[in-house]
């Protein structure tokens, strides 16, 4: 849901997408949408950019998703809300991702899309985290999501976040001067320190 990469998109080839993340054209394959994990259809993801400073502090790692049930009017990153698009997120992606965020310079991850909480990509999402705080536990966890902080902080796996940034972009309540945010009504929840009835802002 961050709204600081722009992407576009346009057709390459039959079964590829050409999509442009922060200034580079990505050639994305989309028809391996049934490749599985243990059995499960594996969540499919879109990039995975590196040293990036818009999406959280410091220098981060940025794991793009597939999937998004939000649709937000003015939404910089449509490609990203189908599911099937992309590629799916298999061990060798896993291993590029873990690889990135073990350079000493990287504050941690930041997950966006798409929507890392949309339902399909939320146990490979929580899964991920647990590993990143298992692994790399100096590391600190931002995500971006459209749904509202009281209808899934309750969420098994929540607390393992650092930082959520919430709520739907609202066109109308656009403000290219806040920090993190694309429109007013978003939120950048310290989650360690908030409860569903008492939210404390990220400083």
């Known amino acids: 849901m961050a709204l600081t990469c722009h992407i576009q998109c346009a057709i390459w080839a039959i079964g590829e997408t050409q999509a442009k993340f922060n200034g580079f054209?990505?050639?994305?394959k989309t028809h391996n949408y049934n490749k599985t994990r243990f059995g499960k259809r594996l969540m499919n993801y879109h990039n995975i950019t590196k040293e990036d400073m818009l999406n959280g502090d410091g220098l981060r790692?940025?794991?793009w998703v597939a999937g998004c049930n939000h649709k937000c009017k003015g939404c910089q990153n449509p490609i990203t809300w189908d599911e099937k698009g992309g590629l799916p997120f298999d061990q060798e992606a896993e291993d590029e991702l873990f690889e990135a965020l073990r350079v000493p310079s990287i504050s941690g991850i930041t997950f966006s899309g798409g929507?890392?909480?949309?339902?399909?990509n939320r146990s490979e999402i929580f899964r991920l985290i647990?590993?990143?705080?298992?692994?790399?536990p100096e590391k600190t966890v931002w995500l971006y999501t459209g749904y509202s902080w009281e209808d899934i902080c309750d969420?098994?796996?929540?607390?393992?976040?650092?930082?959520?940034?919430?709520?739907?972009?609202?066109?109308?309540?656009?403000?290219n001067n806040l920090?993190?945010?694309g429109s007013s009504n978003q939120r950048v929840i310290d989650v360690k320190k908030s409860t569903k009835d008492n939210v404390v802002l990220h400083e």
Not at 25 to 28: E, G, Q, T, Y
Not at 115 to 120: E, K
Not at 158 to 175: H, P, T
């Open 115 to 120: 929507d890392p909480l949309f339902p399909n």
């Open 61 to 63: 790692t940025v794991l």
């Open 179 to 181: 920090h993190w945010v």
């Open 155 to 175: 969420l098994d796996g929540i607390k393992d976040i650092d930082v959520l940034i919430d709520g739907e972009f609202v066109q109308k309540l656009n403000d």
């Open 130 to 136: 647990k590993k990143i705080k298992s692994e790399l």
């Open 25 to 28: 054209w990505l050639k994305i």
